[in-house]
Each structure stands twice: as structure tokens, then as C-alpha cells.
């Protein structure tokens, strides 16, 4: 779905490049990826290989350049290395991110692209250095399906923001695709060369762990439905009797 609201901003031409940074080591444990980062690099680089498009018209539609950067990576090993040299270390956020990209490169004008519901969650301080932020950045947001904006007229949203409805985008969500990698819903949503690599390098639904799950979930359906089977069976017995 990601790359549907990225797609839709390349076609709009309204920056120069867009990067796609994957998260190396996401702030909160809770939201942490089983699935290592090279992994996650590497689909987004399957996900995103996309320059030009066939219009209505028969012609091809040329999109903004779309390039995957493994810069949360670098920004880890550098404050790793700093850790060393100091006591404990802290837990790096988008803000972190975004302030070191702003030193690297002073003259770039950094907008943020994100899901509607993300950016709820930063209106309402959820993020670390929240304010700060939505200080520093212009943000595009992508209204998906069934999400809606936190309420604007509590919480204002920062002077540079703008709104994209994005039409024909589906309501399958990143989560629902790593709980349900093997359903024909998730493949039929997946671009076929990431469903492919989910597949060989048996990654989320396709683990070890999640095959011997879902077989102990079948077999206690199974035996749920046997179990059922069997006491109607005697139930009705006990009638005819």
C-alpha cells in the first residue's frame, strides 16, 4: 500500500527525489521487526523500482525518481560509535534522523511523506520530540481507507501540511500483510518480486515458527470441529432415544 501512496506522489512531481528510508531499530521494542534490516532494505529496493508508467493515453508517464537509502543504518553505527566514548546510549526517533540530514545536506529543502494514521499519532505527541517535528518539516499526508485524521480543530496541524486523498488506494496495511503473508488477499496485494523474496527467504508468514503455529491452529480447528461434530452426534442420539 506504501508504494501506492509513493507512486501517487511521483506522479504529482512535486519534489525532486523521494527517499525511502526503512527503520533500522524502531524506537519502541514494541514495534521492533523480527525480520532483519538487510531484508527490509532489500524489499523496499524490490517494492520501489519504478521510473516510468503507462498512462491512459498509451504514453509513458514520467514519476519523480524513487530511491531506498539505508541512512537509518548509518546514523546507528555512528552513534554507536559515539556510545563507546560516552555512558548509555539514547534511543534514536525520526528526529534524530532528520536533524543529522539537515547537517549533511543544508541546502535540501526535506519534506515528510507518511499514512494518515501515523500522522495522528505525531499531532497527538506520540512521537519523540513530537513538536519539534512538525516544527521543522513540510509534511504530505496520505489519507488511506478507513483512517481518519486525528480532529483537526483540537489538535491544529503544523502550517505546512498538505493533504492527499489518494484514490484506489486499498485499506491492507503493512501489519495485516506480516500476519497474513500467506493468505491470497496479502499475495494478490503484494508486488509479485517482494511476495517472491518473502518467499524464498521464508520471512513472516513463511517462518519456521509461524508454518508450526498455523499447523497447531488447524489441528486444534480440527479437533474443535470434531469435538462439535461428535456431541451433536450424541445430542441427537439422545433424542432418537
Known sequence: MFAGIVKHIAKLQICDEIWVLPVFRHIYASKASAVDFDHRLRMCELNFKFRVEVDEHGGLERLTPVVVLDLEKTLHEQEADAWRQTTAPKALGTIDLVLALQMRYPETHFCFLLGSDAFSDLLLGRWKESQQLLDLLEFHVAVRPGCDI????????????????????????????????????????????????????????????????????????????????????????RMLT
Not at 157 to 184: A, E, Q
Not at 211 to 223: E, H, N, P, Y
Open 150 to 237: 486525528v480532529d483537526m480543530q483540537k489538535v491544529p496541524p503544523p502550517p505546512k501540511c498538505n493533504i492527499h486523498v489518494i484514490p484506489g488506494l486499498t485499506d491492507i496495511s503493512s501489519s495485516y500483510v506480516r500476519r497474513h503473508t500467506t493468505s491470497w488477499r496479502a499475495q494478490q496485494e503484494m508486488h509479485p518480486p517482494v511476495y517472491d523474496y518473502i518467499r524464498e527467504h521464508k520471512l513472516f508468514g513463511f517462518s519456521s515458527s509461524a508454518q508450526v503455529k498455523l499447523m497447531l491452529w488447524r489441528a486444534l480447528s480440527a479437533l474443535f470441529t470434531v469435538g462439535t461434530f461428535a456431541y451433536s452426534m450424541y445430542h441427537y442420539r
